[in-house]
């Protein structure tokens, strides 16, 4: 079925550090991803996004590596802070044009 | 310029009622899609509209439908509420099903009593 999942659920990490978040798809014809974040009582919020035809992207603070070979995504966020917490999701477009989420991973920051 | 709007914020039924979620698009987008999320969950792809048609729909039961306005407003209807609807739905917008950068409104919650 239709899944796109990541390898951990949660991610703790000391403010000022790099965060690696990772995850999983299945569908191999996706050519269009996205991460979202989502603070507590709010909406997702788009992070940065990636097309098939590129293994990386740069945003602020934020890199998103594609390894097609694997299906495998991750999120890299330099120089973690404490308004980094929340839980990311990433998402893949499929051919159908459906957005599919994974499960999320929350992200806590330690002072 | 007003990002995806929803209503209400928080919507309280009981169990066999009718519930109508309201969502606005940013000003042209004319592509809204319809999420539940469970406490603690993940996004489930519950319904797709774009250009005022349904394009798709996820593995929801038929009680859960919706529409989409000339304006390109949406509105999501769940008839016949089970307690298992709690859930914060979330509706979003993007230009158009292949520009894919998709934006988020804060979400109805929904209790089912």
């Known amino acids: 079925g239709e899944s796109v999942g990541l390898h951990l659920p949660t991610l703790s990490v000391q403010e000022g550090d790099n965060s690696i978040i990772n995850c999983a798809y299945s569908n191999s014809a996706s050519d269009y991803f996205i991460w979202y974040k989502q603070e507590s009582g709010k909406g997702p919020q788009f992070i940065i996004d990636?097309?098939?035809?590129?293994d990386k992207r740069q945003g602020q603070r934020v890199t998103v590596l594609l390894n097609k070979t694997v299906k495998h995504l991750s999120l890299q966020i330099a120089a973690t802070q404490p308004g980094d917490s929340a839980v990311y999701f990433c998402?893949?477009?499929?051919?159908?044009?459906?957005?599919?989420f994974g499960s999320g991973t929350r992200l806590l920051v330690r002072p | 310029e007003a990002g995806v709007t929803q209503s209400p914020t928080h919507l309280i039924k009981t169990r066999g009622q009718q519930a109508t979620l309201r969502c606005s698009p940013i000003s042209g987008h004319t592509s809204v899609y319809w999420y539940q999320q469970a406490l603690g969950l993940g996004l489930q792809f519950l319904l797709w509209?774009?250009?005022?048609?349904?394009?798709n729909r996820g593995n929801f039961p038929p009680r859960f439908s919706g529409r989409q306005f000339p304006n390109y407003s949406s509105e999501l209807n769940v008839n016949a509420l089970e307690l298992e609807d709690s859930a914060l739905y979330l509706c979003?917008?993007?230009?158009?099903?292949?520009?894919?950068?998709?934006?988020f409104g804060q979400g109805t919650r929904l209790t089912v009593v």
């Open positions: 990636i097309r098939s035809n590129m």
């Open positions: 979003a917008s993007s230009l158009g099903r292949r520009n894919t950068e998709a934006f």
């Open positions: 998402a893949e477009l499929d051919s159908s044009y459906k957005l599919i």
């Open positions: 509209y774009d250009e005022g048609e349904e394009r």
